[in-house]
């Protein structure tokens, strides 16, 4: 009773002691730490997934010209991109280094009109550290390079869940996949 009773008195003095906050572990899952990389894209300019925290939400989707539904997401990504970009979005597309050649991506981003950086993930490394088993495989990463959506297709509410990303500080609940 004294303690409260001396709380009350010195509003302000009491204090307690904060849970120290325990960063996200780095990995591949929602709510992880995505990996950082660093990878060329067809001109030969590097991307670090490392520089972009803190000033990008990052969409990293691993694809290739023979996937037929990775084929079917790229206008919506371009969209995106387009309606975004100037406010820190930041698409990546990371052509996978199976049953295709860098010349063929080439003739397929300008062909489609690939409007945002396609890396070239040589050998397979990437796709091997972020446990890729199926394409496309889409990650959108929040500002603080927190794994916020992960899955086989674009989330169903994609739009808003960029939007809501792109607000400061990226905290958001996780999505749902699109059917």
Excluded at 10 to 18: L, M, Y
Excluded at 95 to 111: E, F, S
Aim: hydrophobic letters at 35%; aromatic letters at 8%.
């Amino acid at each position: 009773m004294a303690v409260i009773g001396l709380a009350l008195l010195f509003p302000g003095r009491a204090s307690g002691q904060k849970i120290p906050s325990i960063p996200p572990s780095p990995g591949t899952r929602v709510g992880n730490l995505a990996q950082d990389f660093t990878l060329k894209d067809l001109d030969n300019r590097s991307y670090s997934l490392k520089e972009m925290r803190g000033r990008r939400v990052v969409h990293v989707v691993f694809w290739a010209t023979w996937c037929v539904p990775c084929l079917e997401e790229i206008p919506t990504l371009r969209a995106t991109y387009d309606k975004y970009r100037e406010r820190g979005l930041q698409v990546l597309g990371i052509a996978v280094d199976m049953n295709q050649t860098l010349d063929g991506v080439r003739t397929a981003v300008r062909d489609m009109k690939i409007n945002y950086p396609i890396l070239w993930d040589d050998g397979g490394s990437l796709l091997d550290r972020y446990r890729v088993s199926y394409i496309p495989q889409n990650f959108l990463i929040d500002k603080d390079g927190v794994i916020r959506y992960t899955g086989t297709s674009l989330p169903a509410d994609y739009d808003t869940l960029v939007e809501s990303l792109l607000k400061a500080d990226g905290h958001v609940a996780s999505s749902t996949r699109r059917r």
